[in-house]
């Protein structure tokens, strides 16, 4: 089954497993009178059909040399781009927890999770409010802390046999962890593509190691003259 979300401004997005992309794109021909043409471009590619629907993929990893524009469909570049074995590692974080793996293909190889008490928000008003609002800044710390040192524990001695590192969560908490100037080598080799995730847990780290192999296709309807 396929995930779909919807795009801000319109247009939706699916991710589709790589052995599933010619098939996929043959239904969207179906779908949509045919295909007029296929862009090739260095940071994504480009398939619009005969009504004027338009299937976009940026490319997370390797990137494509120049750019290439064919009449109808043409995506074999883009098959073999994402059937293409990578070791990738994972960093999924959130407020209360985070996850930490490597993996080959769709199986996680290493792994490590870890889970900390983050207190909730507050109704109560003036000194309180205050008091508990220190108290969960201080707590958050402490769990990005234990998330930096476990990114750094398990991808930081594998960090030069990894291709990229996938992330996903709270995209704030990835930021603040970005900030942190002990994994700026880590963060260096991550892709733009952030996972929607709910709370980091292990049984996670295989869903997130299937989604990272596949190719996210941004579908965006024709445009009014």
Known sequence: MSRVRELAGGG???????????????????????????????????????????????????RRHGVELHAGLEIGPLVDYALKPRRLGLILVRKGAHSVGIAEGPRVVVSRTGRHYVQGRTAAGGQSQQRFARRREQQGRQALNRAADD????????????????????????????????????????????????????????????????????????QPE
């Open 12 to 62: 939706r997005a699916v991710e589709v497993a790589p052995e599933r992309l010619t098939r996929w794109f043959d239904n969207f021909a179906e779908r949509n009178g045919g295909i007029a043409r296929t862009v090739l471009h260095y940071l994504h590619v480009v398939v619009t059909a005969v009504n004027g629907t338009q299937a976009w993929i940026d490319l997370p990893f390797e």
């Open 151 to 222: 990114i750094l524990d398990v991808l930081g001695p594998r960090l030069t046999t990894l291709d990229f590192v996938v992330l996903g969560g709270d995209r704030r908490a990835l930021e603040q962890l970005a900030a942190d100037r002990r994994l700026a080598s880590v963060f260096a080799k991550a892709s733009e593509r952030i996972l929607d995730v709910g709370e980091p847990r292990r049984a996670l780290l295989d869903e997130a190691a299937e989604r990272a192999r596949s190719v996210e296709i941004q579908i965006r309807d024709p």
